[in-house]
């Protein structure tokens, strides 16, 4: 990784309303936090952690996500140049059978 000095108190503190937020570390909740920003974060939240992580890391991160919102999806294929369709959360919602919508 590189530089990952988040300081998780700048970041939104409705990012992390469940939780305590004394006790999240980047190193150890990387994959938490970086859902939590694409899904539910500021500009400043994705400025902050763009900035201190970088694009390659945040993509490596997401890839491995299985149920990022599909905006977010969009956002960070678009931005990393990686088609849809190597994310996991892509192929893992493709996987799911839907219900009938009446």
Known sequence: MEN?????KQLSPHLFWDV????ISFEKHSTYIVKRVLDYGLIKD??????NVGIQEITKIALTIKDLDPRSLS??????????????CYTFQ???PQHWNF
Do not use: G
């Open 75 to 88: 956002f960070i294929s678009m931005l990393s140049k990686i088609p849809k369709e190597k994310f996991r």
């Open 4 to 8: 990952t000095n988040i300081d998780i």
């Open 46 to 51: 994705w400025d902050l952690l763009y900035r």
């Open 94 to 96: 493709q996987s799911i």
């Open 20 to 23: 305590n937020a004394e006790t």
